[in-house]
């Protein structure tokens, strides 16, 4: 049987790494015609942090994004990123104009492949995978859904401390 994999933490600089994701995903951002806004105010952010697991989770959220777009029907699908750095801390944001989740489901969108998709998806892997990461090395994780118009959709924050 095999276990949960370690995954190894190393100084990094986190806006090239998810600046790197959002570029692997750039294809499917165009085959869905999705706007992207990129605020980028974190350079040179360094952080103790797996590269892996970082671009892992930004597929994962942004990924759930395009999917919603799909489910509800989203005309003018839009997902901002949105980086920012305190005295201390990396902040990211990330936010769409989705169809959001039902409030009751809100509890659950962190446990390990939870979904309330009808379909397949490889998303909730992702919670598992990096599960451990966010509880030790992520110091705030948060997820709302703004589901009254005309701001439907889902913002979620992540904050680690900077090195």
């Given at each position: 049987?095999l276990g ?16 790197s ?36 989770i930004?597929?994962?959220?942004v ?21 920012s750095?305190?005295a201390?801390?990396?902040?990211l944001r990330i ?62 924050l ?6």
């Amino acid at each position: 049987m095999l276990g949960k994999p370690t995954l190894y933490k190393a100084p990094l600089v986190i806006s090239d790494e998810v600046a790197s994701a959002l570029g692997q995903m750039q294809r499917q951002f165009d085959a869905a015609n999705v706007a992207l806004e990129y605020i980028g105010h974190a350079e040179n952010a360094r952080v103790c942090a797996n590269s892996s697991s970082v671009k892992a989770i930004v597929h994962s959220l942004v990924g759930n994004a395009l999917d919603a777009f799909i489910e509800f029907g989203v005309t003018e699908p839009c997902v901002t990123v949105n980086e920012s750095v305190t005295a201390d801390h990396y902040v990211l944001r990330i936010a769409d104009n989705g169809g959001g989740i039902d409030e009751e489901h809100l509890q659950h969108i962190f446990d390990p492949f939870f979904t309330t998709k009808t379909v397949c998806s490889d998303r909730g892997w992702v919670w598992r995978w990096c599960g451990g990461w966010l509880k030790s090395w992520v110091e705030v994780l948060s997820a709302k859904t703004r589901a009254k118009a005309p701001c439907f959709g889902w913002k979620y924050l992540l904050s680690l401390s900077m090195l």
